[in-house]
């Protein structure tokens, strides 16, 4: 079993959408979690991190079950710049700081 | 404040070739890794640098991979002999002592190897 599986993409929506993401691991010590954004031939930067309790920011919501080893990212009102390839990401599989990432979920945004 | 510098960009080689690329991380982090990803997955940790020590290099192809930080700044991954599925993009990252926020990625070595 891979440490950290995400949904196939990709994933065509149009503008206005709302759109989820999810993600499963592995490892139940994994410590921290988070999404990070991918845009096409550049680096994954941090998106933002992913709380037991949820977490908003703006548009984005994030959700973390350690029950389940799930965790989500839920885009409302997708915008065109919003297309990218979202990674979800965790740590504690390798060592407290060391990231390790899914395989990435693509998004296309289209008017 | 100055991101993590990778060089070269671009780097086309034939197999059984090799290759060199270097990372300049942000200054202060102590903490290095390289992570390799291929086309359509995720980044791959291939070493993990604490100052100039090795913490995790568990997922490195020794036999032909080999990476240094002699002076707990600047590092340098070499490939010898490369093979045509070492074409990937080579991304450096750095981070702060412990801390698995503020990871700083810089903008990869996109490797062919034909």
């Known amino acids: 079993r891979k440490e950290v599986e995400q949904d196939p993409g990709p994933f065509n929506v149009p503008e206005g959408a709302t759109v989820a993401f999810n993600c499963t691991y592995s490892n139940s010590a994994s410590q921290s979690f988070f999404w990070y954004r991918q845009d096409c031939r550049k680096e994954p930067k941090l998106l933002m991190s992913v709380y037991s309790s949820g977490n908003e920011d703006g548009r984005f919501t994030a959700q973390l079950n350690r029950a389940s080893q799930y965790i989500s990212l839920l885009i409302r009102d997708s915008k065109l710049s919003d297309s990218a390839t979202y990674l979800c990401v965790v740590t504690g599989e390798r060592g407290y700081s060391t990231l390790t990432f899914g395989k990435g979920t693509m998004l296309l945004v289209s008017p | 404040e100055a991101g993590v510098a990778q060089s070269p960009r671009y780097k086309i080689i034939e197999k059984r070739q090799s290759v060199a690329f270097w990372c300049n991380p942000i200054s202060g982090h102590a903490t290095l890794y390289w992570y390799q990803q291929i086309l359509g997955q995720g980044p791959k940790l291939l070493i993990q640098?604490?100052?100039?020590?090795?913490?995790?290099d568990s997922q490195l192809p020794k036999d032909r991979f080999s990476a240094e930080r002699l002076k707990g700044v600047d590092s340098t991954l070499k490939i010898q002999p490369a093979k045509l599925e070492d074409s990937a993009v080579y991304l450096c990252a750095s981070s702060q002592t412990g801390s698995n926020y503020g990871y700083t990625f810089g903008s990869g070595t996109r490797l062919t190897v034909v």
């Open positions: 640098f604490q100052n100039n020590g090795v913490v995790d």
